[in-house]
Nanobody, 122 residues
């Protein structure tokens, strides 16, 4: 399984970005796609996840009400629409695929993309 994340960049506080994660080689063992982020000096944090089948979504506290995760099964692509961005959203955002029940845990994910930098200026 390969993942390619893109869409990061520099944006002012209050702005929006849409991240994309293109996957290839996905199998039944990659039932979900998750977004995580990691800021310098901090642990990796769960942002959002979605199941490819059914489309169930899950959000971390920092994402609720501002971010929306979606997927296009035909394109094997998942998206993270981020609105009302704050400086504290600055981080490298990673997408990953996995399967399991606890999709908020990075240990449920076996395959990771390379990450895309999101920088929010105040």
């Amino acid at each position: 399984v390969q993942l390619q994340a893109s869409g990061g960049g520099l944006v002012q506080a209050g702005g929006s970005l849409r991240l994309s994660c293109v996957t290839s080689g996905r199998t039944f063992s990659s039932d979900a796609l998750g977004w995580f982020r990691q800021a310098p000096g901090k642990e990796r944090e769960f942002v959002a996840a979605i199941r490819w089948s059914g489309g169930d979504t899950f959000y971390g506290d920092s994402a609720k009400g501002r971010f929306t995760i979606s997927r296009d099964n035909v394109k094997n692509t998942a998206y993270l629409q981020m609105n009302s961005l704050k400086p504290e959203d600055t981080a490298v955002y990673y997408c990953a695929t996995g399967a399991g029940d606890i999709l908020t845990s990075e240990y449920e994910y076996a395959h990771w993309g390379q990450g895309t930098q999101v920088t929010v200026s105040s």
